[in-house]
């Protein structure tokens, strides 16, 4: 429960596609994958929109996906994820991706997971909002599975460097920063 693991790998490797097995939106086609029948997951996606109802404001969204909680309540918790003021009742259609990745992160909050699969969550985020989520994830109590090229965050909160190559999984025998040397030298060589 304590793991900080960064998948990494050549696009294609399978980084996502493990992570899709982990919290059984795949099926293995040989072996099997038993997870405690009490682990909460949170899956946060390259495709996180998809999630989302962008006709709904991020205040409705909530209110409506998890009735009993006063709206002043869900106000005070959207803010705390940086949406806050009028963007909580505007339309998600035109909040910018960063503020719905936002809107993502805090559903998953809410959740309270004992799990974090973590699939590209930077994509839309500024540096500022990068460095947020790194302390988050490292106050966060529970484990967390990252598969992410920015290689600062993955610095800041890896503990295992998994490598997906090659159709299989292994643990890399070095940090983030010896991995990002080899791909240089690979490059190089290609």
Known sequence: MDSRVALVGPNG???????????????PTAGMVRPHNQLRFARFTQ???DALDLNES???YFMKKYPGMHDEK??????????SGSVQLQK???LSDGQKSRVVFAEIAYKEPHLLLLDEPTNHLDIETIDSL?????????GVV?????????DRVAKEIWLCADKKVTLYKGDISTYKTELKKQMKLE
């Open 58 to 60: 991020p205040l409705s």
């Open 74 to 83: 869900w106000a005070s918790f959207l803010g705390r994820f940086g949406i």
């Open 92 to 94: 998600m259609e035109h």
């Open 13 to 27: 490797a399978g980084k996502t596609t493990l992570l899709k097995l982990m919290c059984g939106d795949l099926v």
């Open 146 to 154: 990252l598969v992410s090229h920015d290689m600062r965050l993955i």
């Open 47 to 49: 495709h996180f929109v």
């Open 134 to 142: 790194a302390n988050a994830i490292n106050d966060y109590e529970g």
